[in-house]
């Protein structure tokens, strides 16, 4: 453990929080509920991203998951608290996974999913909300939401991103619940790996990006790339050239330049 919690982290209900290494762990910690969300767990959630994308220790986040679910989605009991709201509760509501969505597309870090178990609904969308996921071939994925009249709204945006139109309505309008060799296929997440192998390899790849990549580097490139899909073709380009020449100048970029010239292995 490389340092210690604030008061806000230890007093997380529903998370843990840990970095070793370098690496943020974000831990969904209620089991016994499937680590299924609601709108305490998603204000958990938005208040330990931030505290990793401010964490000067930490250079990679990972989100996982305690017992065999890694998230079932919205808490039943909320879904019958959300029985009695009107429109503007429901859009504060929907408001608030939104911007945890947002949050985590656009952190500065790059943010690793350790899936161990399936991922519905909800829970899916925290899935696939992430840079590159990790899965064990166990694990189901599906968006149920049009089996009880509601609306995968917010995580759509990103999945027309991700996998395109045609997969997107695959999975959204069926409601299917696919295997995680299809969620493979599908490009709704990176990598299969047995469950036996998840923490260890989770760990290694992230080490790896620890200690192989700029934190600068992997930072810029998320936001160009989340930028880039809104742009027409012109405007893209020149926004990337000028993206690149920012870079140039950086004492990240001279440095990496220095090492690879005259032929030494940096460390980051």
């Not at 016994?32 to 505290?51: G, S, T």
């Not at 949050?103 to 925290?126: E, F, S």
Request: negative net charge; proline residues 2%.
């Amino acid at each position: 453990m490389d340092h210690l919690l604030t008061p806000e982290l230890e007093a997380l209900r529903y998370l843990t929080y840990a970095c070793e290494d370098r690496i943020a762990y974000i831990t969904l910690n209620r089991p016994e509920k499937r680590n299924a969300l609601n709108a305490d767990v998603v204000a958990e959630l938005k208040h330990a991203f931030e505290h990793a994308e401010n964490d000067d220790s930490c250079k990679v986040v990972v989100l996982r998951a305690a017992g065999d679910v890694f998230c079932a989605g919205a808490d039943l009991a909320y879904i019958q608290e959300l029985q009695g709201y009107g429109y503007t509760d429901n859009l504060d509501d929907s408001t608030h996974l939104m911007q945890l969505f947002h949050q985590v597309y656009t952190l500065k870090k790059v943010v690793i999913g350790q899936v161990q178990g399936h991922a519905i609904a909800g829970g899916c969308g925290l899935a696939a909300i992430c840079d590159i996921t990790f899965a064990v071939p166990e694990a189901k994925f599906g968006y149920t939401e049009v089996k009880i009249g509601f609306l995968p709204a917010i995580v759509s945006v990103f999945l027309l991103r991700k996998i395109g139109e045609a997969r997107t309505k695959q999975l959204l309008l069926s409601g299917d619940v696919v295997a995680a060799q299809t969620a493979l296929d599908l490009g709704l997440i990176n990598f299969l790996v047995p469950a036996h192998e998840l923490a260890a390899t989770v760990r290694t790849y992230a080490q790896r990006l620890c200690r192989e990549n700029s934190g600068q580097s992997m930072e810029v490139t998320k936001e160009m790339l989340a930028a880039l899909p809104e742009m027409a073709l012109e405007e893209a380009l020149r926004y990337a050239a000028q993206r690149n020449a920012e870079l140039r100048g950086s004492d990240d970029c001279r440095r990496g330049i220095g090492a690879f010239l005259s032929k030494e292995k940096i460390s980051w």
